[in-house]
Nanobody, 126 residues
Framework: VQLQASGGGLVQPGGSLRLSCSAS????????MGWFRQAPGKEREFVAG????????YYGDSVKGRFTISRDSAKSTVELQMNSLKPEDTGVYYC????????????????????WGQGTQVTVSS
């Protein structure tokens, strides 16, 4: 499985960006999907996730109410809509995938995902 993340860029505080992740070799509906980010000098952290079954979404505390993860079956992509961006949202954003239907407690764990995209840079700055 190869993942391709896109949509990053430079945006002012309060602005919006929409990230997209596409996969070759799988459809996202066959597994669980997550977005993570890594700021310079920090560990990679969980941003948002979707489990294989159902439509429940999960978010890191710092992005709740601002970010939305969704699955676009027609495009075979998973999107991350990011609104009200803050400078602390700056980092490289990675999409990740696993064939498993993760239990709730595993959605936010990096070790749960077997496939990772190359990352896309998001910079929030005035």
């Amino acid at each position: 499985v190869q993942l391709q993340a896109s949509g990053g860029g430079l945006v002012q505080p309060g602005g919006s960006l929409r990230l997209s992740c596409s996969a070759s070799g799988r459809t996202f509906s066959s597994g669980s999907m997550g977005w993570f980010r890594q700021a310079p000098g920090k560990e990679r952290e969980f941003v948002a996730g979707l489990r294989r079954r159902g439509s429940s979404t999960y978010y890191g505390d710092s992005v709740k109410g601002r970010f939305t993860i969704s699955r676009d079956s027609a495009k075979s992509t998973v999107e991350l809509q990011m609104n009200s961006l803050k400078p602390e949202d700056t980092g490289v954003y990675y999409c990740a995938f696993t064939d498993s239907n993760l239990i709730l407690s595993a959605v936010s764990a990096r070790s749960s995902y077997h496939y990772w995209g190359q990352g896309t840079q998001v910079t929030v700055s005035s």
